[in-house]
């Protein structure tokens, strides 16, 4: 009985460390690829309104990076789509950026 619990405790225990990368390849494609395009129109050069769309999509498919994928569509709220960069926090920005690296990085395994 000893042997099995331990056997079971392994095999659980290298489970755990299978789905550390929950995210497969195509949808962290997907996800940076919508990021970016986000990116992009917060600095004016993009539909900031087809991109909140892309970014809410993604974050429904991917429930492991909402938070992160959140904290830019609220930074997008408070932009005006005609001047994004005179109005978006900056302060704001860096932080979303940073939340969604670091949640990339434990998701997807990249930098």
Same mark, same amino acid.
């Given at each position: !009985?000893?042997?099995?619990?331990?056997? $079971?405790?392994?095999?659980? /225990? &290298?489970?755990?460390? !299978?789905?550390?990368?929950? !995210?497969?390849?195509?949808?962290? $494609?997907?996800?940076? =690829?919508?990021? #970016? *395009? &986000?990116?992009?129109?917060? $600095?004016?050069? /993009?539909?900031?309104?087809?991109?909140? @769309?892309?970014?809410?999509?993604?974050?429904?498919?991917?429930?492991?990076?909402?938070?992160?994928?959140?904290?830019?569509?609220? =930074?997008?709220?408070?932009?005006?789509?005609? #001047?994004?960069?005179?109005?978006?926090? &900056?302060?704001?920005? *860096?932080?979303?950026? @940073?939340?969604?690296?670091?949640?990339?990085?434990?998701?997807?395994?990249?930098?």
């Amino acid at each position: !009985m000893k042997k099995t619990g331990m056997l $079971i405790c392994a095999v659980v /225990g &290298m489970g755990g460390s !299978m789905v550390a990368h929950a !995210m497969d390849q195509a949808d962290c $494609i997907h996800v940076n =690829l919508a990021v #970016a *395009d &986000m990116q992009q129109a917060l $600095i004016g050069a /993009g539909n900031l309104d087809a991109s909140k @769309e892309k970014l809410e999509t993604r974050a429904k498919e991917n429930p492991e990076m909402k938070g992160s994928l959140n904290a830019f569509l609220e =930074l997008a709220k408070g932009v005006d789509v005609n #001047a994004p960069m005179e109005t978006m926090d &900056m302060a704001e920005f *860096d932080r979303a950026e @940073e939340q969604y690296q670091k949640k990339y990085r434990e998701e997807c395994g990249g930098s």
